[in-house]
């Protein structure tokens, strides 16, 4: 019993040292000593099962519930039990104090200890509320079953998972592409730009928003500890940026140092960073150059029905491009690129007669595709992103190319091609 005590102790000490006069992330669920002693003594049978497996997310969650539930007992083993597991879990470090101060006195109105804190110490608070709401948020408003991001068009059996990030929510979404389609497997807490999102210029602190794919994977050992266990790096800027003028470069998703456990919902230089055990998880289930990313202001989650007559009006828009492409007429081919179209140095003059050489070589076989990915995306303008195998029939192999469509005076126009690694 003692050591029990000393335990607590030694951890509300941790708790007031990192946030003097703390607030409480809880406020709303657990109101005064009344509440946590009221609870009645429980059973070991009666006490919910808490697996070793859990994440460090789903153990504060499931503190919560049992709070909503008048289980205050029950959730300050729980609790207890997450900052022993993960004593850099500030978050949960902030609900443990709130609680053990909760079985000595009355908790205040939310925000009534704001006004002793210092500067740092008021602002860190305020970014571990805004993350609890955030937490929160995700977990009372999770995708029902069934649910995609309409970004995702279409998408090969070979991109075998994709990413969703909702700036808005600071949220992550592993999806595993199957054959009935996505399947979403996880989701996470992830930290994006001190400044928020739409990243226009190098050093802004912004999260870019757009479409993207894993370029390739850092495991820590190639990295200094601020990435933590590892990173993914983005096709940032990608056609469409660079056509918009955007600039910067190095957007990852990475972990964490190792002394932390998260970041501030907004305190990356423009960066997704998620907790290290969790990124791990990532880093070894997707492949890079096929995994794409979507980092949106709000992901707009839509039922496969809805999503399907884009998806089949879009493919159909992709096979005539294909039919155009083997018919060797180029100027029905070139009818499909914009009058702005540029590939490298190639404007659309020169893309012509590259195209036409190449038309004339396949002798007349047509061209076919396969792995054939259609991601989509809305801002000021509508854009997809079109990435598929070109193979001449006939040939073993042939080229990964990627398109990038624009709507001109109502009609898709593709005003970048060009063959990726």
Known sequence: ?????????????????????????????VRTRAELSSSPPTTAAQQIAQPAAASAEARLMETYRLLAQGRGREAL??????????????????????????????????????????????????????EANRRLQAF??????????????????????????????????????????????????????????????????????????????????QLTDFYGAGALPLNYPNEYDRRLGRTG??????????????????????????????????????????????IARSLDWVTRARAEPERRA???LIEGWRVARSSGDIERLMSFYSPQFASGSRNLSQWRQLVGREMNQAGGRPVNIKDLAILGWRDQNEVLVVTFGEVVEGQRTGVMKRQYWGKEGGLWKIFYEGVIG
């Open 1 to 29: 019993m003692g050591n029990r005590k000393a335990f607590r102790a030694r951890h509300l000490a941790a708790a007031l040292a990192l946030l003097v006069g703390f607030g409480t992330a809880c406020a709303q669920t």
């Open 77 to 130: 083993q729980r609790i207890e039990a997450l900052v022993r597991d993960h004593p850099n879990f500030q978050l949960a470090q902030l609900v443990y104090g709130d609680l053990l101060l909760a079985q000595v006195q009355p908790l205040q109105a939310k925000g009534s200890g704001a006004g002793q804190l210092n500067d740092a110490a008021g602002k860190r608070l305020e970014q571990l509320r805004l």
């Open 140 to 221: 009372r408003d999770r995708p029902k079953d069934g649910l995609i991001p309409a970004q995702f068009v279409e998408l090969p059996l070979s991109s075998r998972h994709a990413i969703a990030v909702d700036v808005s929510r600071s949220r992550l979404y592993l999806f595993e592409n199957t054959a009935q389609g996505l399947r979403l497997v996880s989701d996470h807490y992830a930290s994006v730009g001190l400044l928020g999102a739409d990243k226009r210029i190098e050093g802004d602190q912004r999260t870019p928003l757009g479409v993207y794919y894993i370029t390739s994977r850092l495991d820590a050992r």
């Open 249 to 294: 470069s190095g957007i990852w998703l990475h972990g964490v140092p190792r002394d932390s456990y998260v970041r501030p919902p907004q305190s990356t230089d423009g960066c997704v960073a998620l907790a290290n055990p969790e990124l791990q998880a990532i880093l070894q289930t997707v492949q890079p150059r096929t995994t794409p990313v979507v």
């Open 314 to 316: 879009l493919s159909n």
